[in-house]
């Protein structure tokens, strides 16, 4: 079924108190919100809702799928009551949202925390703040870590599980891997990962600040997420692919730097050892701080326009003009020997030529 972005945006905007009340559900007010009495430590308000014992929230799509075990689909009904449509032949469609569905969610993130701090070494504070927001999350049934995509709207399109014993890996089921896991900061720079592990490494790396810029994971070397992404993000002027130090890499960074439209910048950053998280897992023997192999800078640029410059006369110094030969050819000037054919130009030069080798005085 295919849902308009407007219908997509009704839905976001439903007033999850009155949608919980008509679905017979019992609230009790606390304060300016309302407190779930089948959920307690969950309190919903306007379109908004939060659970704090998981420390993690969202809008009324988000909730219809997380505690009502929906599809995207059917939670766009749900709160709108409309009737999907099949999509129109011209709009592309590269991976059905029917068939897209996150994985049921463990009653607490336990498992995946320790996983990404203790065998990951990725800073708590990184961690929970994309724990915070449901980008990451615990899978139920096998307790998987989960990294969410989500399109522009918020609405999550791809999913990627990663066991947290073993080496496990697998994208959800109808994931659409333009819109990979992500950050999107407001700044003009863009830096592009190969996983949301190497993404998670970098930021604890260099953590001053990080959220002003925007950081993308590609699910391997790919460049659907990359395009889609400045496609979204018009404000970006400058790519950092930070891929790994390896043939695979090297070979996807200059493939993507070719891809990547024309008046952006792409630079390069080499971790010193084979990815990000293995450069975070040394990171106490770093004793510089230097996480960087090489930085590759201009693996493309932005077209120059050549500018004359100008100035004021007001703004040109006063300097005393020393005389080759005054008050006609002065030192370190351009001077223009002009005249017809025949005058004598050659053999005027000549002469100052002579002149100047044999120290004699010029003739007026």
Same mark, same amino acid.
């Given at each position: 079924?295919?849902?308009?972005?407007?219908?997509?945006?009704?839905?976001?905007?439903?007033?999850?108190?009155?949608?919980?009340?008509?679905?017979?559900? $019992?609230?009790?007010?606390?304060?300016?919100?309302?407190?779930?009495?089948?959920?307690?430590?969950?309190?919903?308000?306007?379109?908004?809702?939060?659970?704090?014992?998981?420390?993690?929230?969202?809008?009324?799509? @988000?909730?219809?799928?997380? %505690?009502?075990?929906?599809?995207?689909?059917?939670?766009?009904?749900?709160?709108?009551?409309?009737?999907?449509?099949?999509?129109?032949?011209?709009?592309?469609?590269?991976?059905?949202?029917?068939?897209?569905?996150?994985?049921?969610?463990?009653?607490?993130?336990?498992?995946?925390?320790?996983?990404?701090?203790?065998?990951?070494?990725?800073?708590?504070?990184?961690?929970?703040? %994309?724990?915070?927001?449901?980008?990451?999350?615990?899978?139920?049934?096998?307790?998987?870590?989960?990294?969410?995509?989500?399109?522009?709207?918020?609405?999550?399109?791809?999913?990627?599980?990663?066991?947290?014993?073993?080496?496990?890996?697998?994208?959800?089921?109808?994931?659409?891997?333009?819109?990979? %896991?992500?950050?999107?900061?407001?700044?003009?720079?863009?830096?592009?990962?190969?996983?949301?592990?190497?993404?998670?490494?970098?930021?604890?790396?260099?953590?001053?600040?990080?959220?002003?810029?925007?950081?993308?994971?590609?699910?391997?070397?790919?460049?659907?997420?990359?395009?889609?992404?400045?496609?979204?993000?018009?404000?970006?002027?400058?790519?950092?692919?930070?891929?790994?130090?390896?043939?695979?890499?090297?070979?996807?960074?200059?493939?993507?730097?070719?891809?990547?439209?024309?008046?952006?910048?792409?630079?390069?950053?080499?971790?010193?050892?084979?990815?990000?998280?293995?450069?975070? $897992?040394?990171?106490?023997? *770093?004793?510089?701080?230097?996480?960087?192999?090489?930085? *590759?800078?201009?693996?493309?640029?932005?077209?120059?326009?050549?500018?004359?410059?100008?100035?004021?006369?007001?703004?040109? @110094?006063?300097?005393?003009?020393?005389?080759?030969?005054?008050?006609?050819?002065?030192?370190?000037?351009?001077?223009?020997?002009?005249?017809?054919?025949?005058?004598?130009?050659?053999? %005027?030069?000549?002469?100052?030529?002579?002149?100047?080798?044999?120290?004699?005085?010029?003739?007026?």
């Amino acid at each position: 079924m295919y849902y308009t972005q407007e219908q997509i945006d009704r839905a976001n905007q439903a007033d999850l108190v009155s949608f919980l009340q008509g679905q017979g559900e $019992q609230l009790t007010r606390a304060g300016n919100e309302y407190r779930w009495k089948r959920h307690d430590s969950l309190t919903v308000r306007g379109n908004k809702w939060y659970r704090h014992s998981q420390s993690k929230g969202g809008g009324p799509v @988000d909730f219809v799928m997380e %505690f009502f075990g929906k599809s995207f689909t059917e939670a766009v009904e749900l709160l709108t009551g409309e009737k999907g449509a099949a999509p129109p032949p011209d709009r592309p469609s590269p991976a059905p949202l029917s068939d897209f569905r996150l994985p049921p969610r463990s009653t607490d993130n336990r498992i995946a925390r320790n996983y990404l701090t203790a065998a990951r070494r990725i800073d708590e504070d990184v961690t929970g703040f %994309f724990f915070s927001t449901g980008d990451i999350y615990e899978e139920a049934a096998h307790h998987n870590a989960v990294f969410v995509g989500r399109d522009e709207s918020g609405i999550p399109r791809y999913a990627h599980q990663r066991g947290t014993a073993g080496s496990f890996r697998l994208d959800v089921k109808g994931s659409d891997k333009a819109f990979n %896991f992500c950050y999107r900061g407001e700044g003009e720079r863009l830096f592009v990962f190969e996983a949301p592990i190497d993404l998670l490494s970098f930021l604890c790396l260099f953590k001053k600040g990080w959220q002003k810029q925007s950081y993308l994971s590609l699910g391997g070397v790919g460049e659907k997420a990359l395009l889609r992404f400045l496609s979204d993000r018009p404000n970006i002027k400058t790519v950092y692919l930070c891929l790994d130090s390896d043939n695979a890499g090297n070979d996807a960074c200059s493939r993507l730097a070719e891809l990547v439209p024309e008046g952006l910048t792409v630079h390069r950053l080499l971790p010193l050892y084979k990815d990000w998280n293995e450069v975070l $897992q040394h990171r106490a023997e *770093i004793t510089d701080g230097k996480y960087l192999r090489e930085a *590759i800078y201009g693996l493309k640029e932005p077209t120059q326009e050549e500018t004359v410059e100008i100035i004021r006369m007001s703004e040109v @110094d006063t300097q005393t003009v020393e005389w080759l030969w005054e008050p006609y050819i002065p030192f370190g000037k351009v001077t223009i020997v002009q005249g017809n054919p025949g005058e004598g130009k050659t053999t %005027f030069a000549l002469r100052l030529a002579a002149a100047c080798t044999t120290g004699e005085r010029c003739r007026e």
